[in-house]
């Protein structure tokens, strides 16, 4: 049973272009979230996404934008790229109903230069 | 803001009990303890969860204060693979809208 699948693994962007990020969700998960890892940091939640409608968002600017399919699966836009965006970005997904585990992605390493 | 507090790093011998302290005394009556862990490189993984009966699973237990005010984490026989960033945090049990808000969480070595 494939658990979360993203794609790509690593990705060069410069300054200014704009980057799209997917996830494949847990077989039988229904719910998508969103994370933002920077350094040394803990991961920093950017958006869920449940019945393809964005259920909740944290701190992040509206050029980070997502989007959930009929299949589950999402994606994860971010306009005029930043330095600061450099990051590791995790998909995670779970069940909106019951359930009581996230199941987190190996993530995306989004390189700004 | 992250609703626990966990000591910046520890060092655990391989084959020792690594036990891993959290603070929460802050939670709610309807707010689960959650522990997962984040190996180099990797997304986290999910390890342990209790409300306030202590738990154990195949990875680790998990001992909650009869005041629900912290918790430890134990790993009964550390290895070196069990070397990782380790996060708890606290949120309802059921999913719905509700995010998972990371610390910075402890960072654990594992020496031989």
């Known amino acids: 049973d494939a658990g979360v699948t993203q794609s790509p693994t690593h990705l060069i962007k410069t300054r200014g272009q704009q980057v799209t990020l997917r996830c494949s969700p847990k077989s039988g998960h229904d719910t998508v979230s969103w994370y933002q890892q920077a350094l040394g940091q803990g991961p920093q939640f950017i958006f869920q996404?449940?019945?393809?409608?964005?259920?909740q968002r944290g701190n992040f600017p509206d050029r980070f934008s997502g989007h959930q399919f009929p299949n589950y699966s999402s994606e994860l836009n971010v306009n005029a790229l930043l330095l600061g965006d450099s990051a590791l970005y995790l998909c995670?997904?779970?069940?909106?109903?019951?359930?009581?585990?996230?199941?987190f992605g190996s993530g995306t390493r989004l390189t700004v230069v | 803001d992250a609703k626990t507090t966990q000591p910046t790093s520890m060092d655990c011998a391989e084959g020792r009990a690594a036990n891993l302290p959290c603070n929460h005394s802050t939670i709610s009556g309807n707010e689960y303890v959650y522990w997962y862990r984040q190996i180099h490189s990797q997304g986290p993984q999910y390890i342990i969860h209790g409300l306030k009966n202590n738990e154990t699973n195949e990875m680790a237990s998990l001992i909650i204060t009869e005041d629900r005010k912290s918790s430890t984490l134990i790993l009964p026989h550390a290895t070196l693979r069990d070397t990782a960033v380790y996060y708890c945090i606290v949120r309802p049990l059921f999913q719905g809208a509700q995010k998972l808000v990371f610390g910075q969480g402890t960072r654990l070595t594992i020496n031989p």
């Open positions: 996404y449940y019945e393809e409608e964005e259920r």
């Open positions: 995670a997904s779970s069940t909106w109903v019951g359930g009581y585990g996230y199941t």
